[in-house]
């Protein structure tokens, strides 16, 4: 899991919709868990999801409902659909990967993104 880069920000008005992208190189993909973080201006870079296996992804409260987080194994690419957002996602939003499963905590995050820009108008 050398590289990831993401995709798919961009500006959208408040109730709007964005998918995010997040495309892996290396050859052991499913032995990874993809979370994505995300980090406004002044603020600290914050947890918002994380998959390993399709049927227990983990989401902050704050996402929790608006959200959801995929993956497609066989294209080594994670997804985040983001829905009925709001100004107060606006942020830089990572992904991230580690061997093993999903965590909420960013230091046990060994691969990064480079980020894509997410900002919701009101």
């Known amino acids: 899991q050398a590289q990831l880069v993401e995709s798919g920000g961009g500006l959208v008005q408040a109730g709007g919709s964005l998918r995010l992208s997040c495309a892996a190189s290396g050859r052991t993909f499913t032995d990874y868990a993809v979370g994505w973080f995300r980090q406004a201006p002044g603020r600290e870079r914050e947890f918002v999801a994380a998959i390993k296996w399709i049927s227990s992804p983990d989401y902050a409260d704050s996402v929790k409902g608006r959200f959801t987080i995929s993956r497609d194994n066989a294209k080594k690419t994670a997804y985040l659909q983001m829905n009925s957002l709001k100004p107060e996602d606006t942020a830089v939003y990572y992904c991230?990967?580690?061997?093993?499963?999903?965590?909420?905590?960013?230091?046990?995050?060994?691969?990064w993104g480079q980020g894509t820009q997410v900002t919701v108008s009101s």
């Open positions: 991230a990967s580690r061997l093993g499963g999903t965590s909420r905590t960013k230091v046990e995050y060994a691969y």
